[in-house]
């Protein structure tokens, strides 16, 4: 049930319009999805990017990590 409920949220996201914000599973491993959000216009980050990493539990959506398991980082 987790890959079925994986590749629904992929095909969720692909019918968004995200602008420039990427999410996607990595080829390796469907559970860890990573993306990148640009920095806010007129801020401090313009120009910047915040990458992401999120790790889903072996038994998502059944058993949900808190706080979830994410990783975020600032990239100028």
């Not at 692909?14 to 990427?22: F, M, N, P, S, T």
Request: charged share 25%.
């Amino acid at each position: 049930m987790t890959m079925k409920r994986i590749q629904r949220e992929i095909a969720d996201i692909k019918k968004e319009d995200l602008g420039e914000i990427r999410l996607a599973p990595t080829e390796s491993n469907m559970n860890i999805w990573k993306g990148s959000i640009p920095g806010p216009q007129g801020s401090v980050y313009e120009g910047g990017e915040f990458e992401v990493e999120i790790v889903l539990p072996a038994d998502y959506p059944y058993v949900a990590s808190f706080p979830p398991n994410y990783y975020l980082q600032t990239v100028f």
